[in-house]
């Protein structure tokens, strides 16, 4: 509270995940190299004599209210948006957001009062912490952190666990409140074809296109899948990718709103079929049926793909980092800003211009991200920031995004 800086600590953390480092102890060993000191307080632009204990940084994690770091996270957010560097990857004017829930780690008995619980099959009970995200996705497989919540059950005595769905209420609250402006249509799995997230979508005026399948609505399914086989169908076959056949269904009430069905079935090369369909409110016809299947529904993926990364890749969600009080959520959300600091190296000309064209994208400098983190780590130990820059001002690099759809 009185040597280190907010700014030193939160850096301190960043950095951890950014070098690679799986645990405190292993980023304590770390601190104590003196080229680590010196790549530190140049980013937080603090003068400290020392890098911080990493147990420094987990005692202000605890303390720290998630609100900060939530608005924090949505000041880069709102700060991309300004650059304008995201427009390529609208969905016509709007901005797809993938939302789903994820277990950060698990536990074999309670580890606090808010703990959620699942009975397993043998009798057992396992106890997590889960999180909602939402999470802007776009066509080069970027997934970047909008927002989140966690999903926790009451101090006080409850009758059900809290859950996903309830939780999507106050995700879409915060969403509304700190993107106020923003033109959202929202991606989610199956479990959001319902009407409350329906009529949460509707309420927020968003749009939405929503993962379908029969057991969910079974008989909405068979109203989709009567009305869509009258419908002609698209049969669209890019060069090297599956056949896909097309079909729709329009002006389905579904609990008091309207909504309408895409059907698509695939046929790959090797001549394996899958059946994928989706609810939405864009109403489909010959000319935007594909449009809205694959630019649109089958962009959810991009969350599932970023949850594995920050979980099983070099960022290691699932590690045990700390949980006391505040501080499990607010090493997820410091996770968030670390990915998030990755995807602007790697999926942008970021490398080219750091390099003077040197290099002419991340992929030609570095290979795979794992090589990246590598050499970040080896870095970060050794190297001063000015001489990383090759001479160029960050403060002036425009990012721009590859477009790889």
Known sequence: MITYSGRHLLWETILMFLGGNHSRRQMNAETLRPGFHRTLTDLAGTDEAAAA?????????????????????????????????????????????????????????????????????????????????????????????????????????????????KAFSRLAEKLKALYPKLPICILGDSLYACAPVIRICEAMHWSYIITFKEGRTPALWVRAVAAAANRSELVVSPKGAPEQRLS?????????????????????????????????????????????????????????????????????LKHDYGSSENAWYN???????????????????????????????????????????????????????????RGTNPGRIRVRFHDTS
């Open 53 to 165: 204990c990493p147990d420094t940084c987990h005692w202000l994690l605890a303390k720290l209210p998630p609100s900060e770091l939530v608005d924090f996270n949505a000041r880069l957010m709102r700060r991309l948006f300004r650059m304008r560097c995201l427009e390529s990857f609208r969905f016509g004017k709007e901005w797809l957001v993938a939302v789903d829930g994820t277990w950060l780690r698990t536990y074999k008995r309670q580890h606090c009062p808010r703990c959620l619980h699942q009975k397993q099959p043998d009798g057992s009970t396992i106890w997590f912490q889960a999180i909602l995200e939402a999470k802007l996705v776009s066509a080069n497989g970027m997934s970047i952190s909008l927002a989140s919540v966690s999903i926790e059950n009451a101090e006080e005595e409850y009758e059900k666990q809290d859950c996903e769905l």
């Open 331 to 389: 090493y997820y959300l410091l996770a968030q800003v670390a990915h998030l600091l990755l995807q602007i190296i790697q999926l942008t000309d970021l490398v080219r211009q750091l390099s003077d064209g040197a290099r002419r994208d991340f992929v030609q400098a570095f290979h795979t991200m794992r090589n990246f983190v590598i050499r970040l780590h080896e870095s970060i130990q050794r190297d001063p920031i000015g001489s990383l820059a």
């Open 248 to 316: 729709w269904a329009t002006m389905l009430e579904h609990e008091g709103s309207t909504v309408h069905a895409v059907i698509c079935e695939e046929t790959a090369l090797d001549g394996a079929e899958s059946l994928w369909a989706w609810l939405t409110d864009h109403r489909p016809d010959r000319n935007n049926v594909s449009f809205i299947a694959n630019k649109g529904g089958r962009r959810r993926d991009n969350i599932e793909q970023a949850f594995n990364v920050q979980k099983n890749g070099e960022i290691r």
